[in-house]
């Protein structure tokens, strides 16, 4: 089951205070210091909301989360959320998941892990993409006594696993993620872009929340900053096509569709985000000029 949004751009609680980075969302909230009151909302809610689907005390199989929201595009939870989560998790018999896919191996730049980020210890990390550099691996790690579970069980094999050319693969990945310092560039750089961000959104009206940590981020478009109602995908679609024009490919994400998602390389520079950061600042003053063909990306047309 699914369901709950931890995040505050959006969601019921929360606001500038509650997340950690150097985008804020420009919803206020009256939380103080560390101590984040829309984290005990929401996991109030996560925990009526384990009450209704499992018998008192038991019944729940696990609780899966990333570090960070991928195809949310960078949907950063509330400062406490996890640790809060985890115990409910825990209460009721389930096992905590981390997916770590997209947010594993020094991609926040501050932590080499998101579990790490929030301070706390799934009983399972899965992790993928990242470890390979592209090379098709993933790895799943867990406690002695879960995996004795698997090994015991009929129902679980895998025809590729301990396979030696992924894994040297695997190892010279982690090796150039130390010795080439990339968590530290994810720090600087991801710092460096998400500034930039915060710029862009002050200059240009269709810029709603910016979020993210190190190379993982994101920036949502809406039609005004007032109502904050997102920029429908077709405008959010020509917006691509004339950053693609300018040699800068972005993901799409978001609840609706109106994010552009950026998780660049590990190794890009402070150039390469001055040209990024450019290149957006260009395609919006064009949009908002009303240079851009949008409706030409219109479906109903």
């Given amino acids: 089951s699914s369901g709950i949004n931890a995040e505050y751009g959006r969601g ?3 606001g500038s205070k ?11 909230c009256d939380c103080v210091g560390d101590e984040c009151s829309a984290a005990d909302n929401y996991a109030d809610q ?36 996890y640790n809060k989560v985890y115990d409910i ?44 550099n592209g ?7 867990t406690s002695p006594e879960i995996a004795e579970a698997f090994a015991n069980s009929s129902l679980h094999f895998n025809t590729f696993g301990g396979n030696a050319l992924q894994c ?6 982690l090796e150039a993620i130390e010795e080439d310092g990339l968590q530290e560039n994810c720090a600087v750089v991801g710092t460096h872009f998400l500034e930039g961000f915060n710029k862009l959104r002050t200059k240009h009206e269709i810029v709603g929340d910016c979020r ?3 190379l993982f981020m994101a920036m949502e478009f809406v039609t005004d900053k007032a109502s904050n109602n997102p920029l429908p995908v077709y405008h959010i679609m020509a917006l691509l096509e004339a950053l693609k024009d300018r040699r800068i490919i ?21 150039e390469d985000a001055d040209y990024t950061l450019a290149a957006l600042d260009a395609v919006l003053t064009e949009y908002a000029e009303g240079k851009l063909d949008v409706e030409s990306f219109n479906p109903n047309k």
Avoid at 103 to 110: A, E, I, Y
Avoid at 120 to 132: E, H, L, N, Q, R
Avoid at 135 to 141: D, N, S, T, V, Y
């Fill in 250 to 270: 972005f993901g799409r994400g978001g609840l609706f569709g109106n994010c552009i998602r950026i998780q660049p390389p590990m190794c890009v520079t402070k």
């Fill in 18 to 28: 509650c997340r950690d980075g150097p985008c804020q969302t420009l919803r206020s």
């Fill in 89 to 132: 998790t825990k209460e009721y018999g389930g096992l905590n998941i981390m997916d770590e896919v997209q947010t594993g191996f020094g991609r926040l730049g501050s932590h080499y892990w998101g579990f790490e980020y929030h301070g706390v210890m799934p009983d399972i990390i899965t992790a993928a993409k990242s470890i390979g």
């Fill in 135 to 141: 090379f098709p691996l993933a790895m799943c790690a």
């Fill in 168 to 173: 040297a693969a695997g190892l010279a990945t």
């Fill in 212 to 214: 993210g940590k190190g």
């Fill in 46 to 81: 996560y925990r009526d909301h384990v009450r209704t689907i499992c018998p008192p005390g038991g019944g729940l199989a696990a609780f899966i989360g990333e570090g960070i929201g991928g195809m949310g595009a960078a949907l950063q939870q509330t400062k406490g959320f």
């Fill in 12 to 14: 019921l609680w929360g």
